[in-house]
């Protein structure tokens, strides 16, 4: 672990720069990707994450050799993930995780949930272990859907839930309430959970060019560790709320040697804005002109 980069905040990132609105091609996106895995903030950064729908123009980009760590992302849905994956692991890439929405807003879950569970069943053995994201939106079924997750979880299956934070429609953007209540839900069934979308800040903070009121990476991170100490939904909700950078840094402060409790992390477009933010607040100690 860098000494730069709390472990707190390990693998914090993901590198989704090929997606909107960073929307980088797939060649620059390896390139920059290469440079952040050697950079001295590497430990901040996972996997570089790529649609299942481009997984063939990665041919010729990576070297077997460099055991290049992905994560994909099934855009094309459950059915043609293992084909995905077939030709990810014909070109030597290290695949860390799969993640995919397993419904649209209004629809029930439970049936793309199925499939998925029985797609990561069907997938044991591998080295190294694939985690799985059931994307789960946040309306109709949420609640057994993760009472599913919890319970494959619990008989050792790798799989979590996703829940997206942000988007192009004030919709999906969940209350600060809301998204506490899904943090606490799953610290109640001890299930693990990433995000997607909207979280370009570390504080909570509204779009100039759309109105939209974003969430903030570092309340977020506020609200899962005193999620993670017991605390309520509305005290959760207080600190996904605030904007007050004193008070929404000192619990990573406080916590940053130790491990991150449930949240797995959050893909950026950019991995240098938040890291930019997390150096301006004092959680990271460094600069790019290293």
């Known amino acids: 672990m860098s000494t ?6 390990a693998g914090l990132v993901d590198d989704a720069a090929v997606f909107p609105p960073g929307s980088a091609t797939l060649p620059d996106a390896v390139a920059a990707h290469r440079e952040h895995r050697a950079s001295w903030y590497a430990d901040l950064v996972g996997p570089l994450l790529v649609p299942a729908s481009a997984v063939d123009a990665l041919t010729g980009l990576t070297d077997p050799a ?11 849905g459950p059915a043609r993930l293992p084909a995905a994956l077939g030709r990810l692991d014909a070109a030597g890439l290290v ?3 799969v993640e995919v929405a397993v419904a649209r807003r209004g629809e029930d879950p439970q049936p793309g949930l199925a499939e998925l569970l029985r797609l990561a069943a069907a997938d044991p053995g591998r080295e190294p272990a694939v985690h ?7 309306t109709f079924g949420l609640t057994a859907a993760l009472d599913t997750l919890a319970e494959a979880r619990a008989t050792g299956l ?5 829940f997206r934070t ?3 429609a004030a919709e999906l953007f969940p209350t600060p309430v809301e998204l506490a209540a899904v943090i606490c ?11 997607t979308a909207g979280l370009h800040h570390a504080l909570r903070q509204i779009d100039p060019e759309t109105g939209f009121t974003h969430h903030g990476f570092g309340n977020v991170l506020a609200a899962t560790l005193a999620a993670a100490d017991d605390a309520e939904v509305d005290a959760v909700a207080a600190l996904l709320a605030d904007t007050d950078p004193l008070r929404v840094v000192e619990p990573a402060r406080s916590a940053r040697d130790t491990d991150r409790p449930l949240w797995i992390g959050f893909g950026s477009c950019s991995v240098r804005e938040p890291l930019t933010d997390l150096i301006r607040l004092g959680l990271v100690n460094g600069g790019f002109d290293r």
Do not use: M, N
């Not at 839900?185 to 995000?195: M, V, Y």
């Open 4 to 9: 730069q980069v709390p472990r707190l905040l």
């Open 66 to 76: 460099e055991d290049f760590v992905v994560g994909l992302i099934g855009d094309t």
């Open 95 to 97: 695949v860390r995780q």
């Open 132 to 138: 799985w994201y059931a994307e789960l939106p946040l």
């Open 158 to 162: 790798p799989i979590a839930a996703k």
């Open 166 to 168: 942000g988007g192009l």
């Open 185 to 195: 839900a799953c610290r109640d069934r001890a299930l693990p959970f990433k995000l």
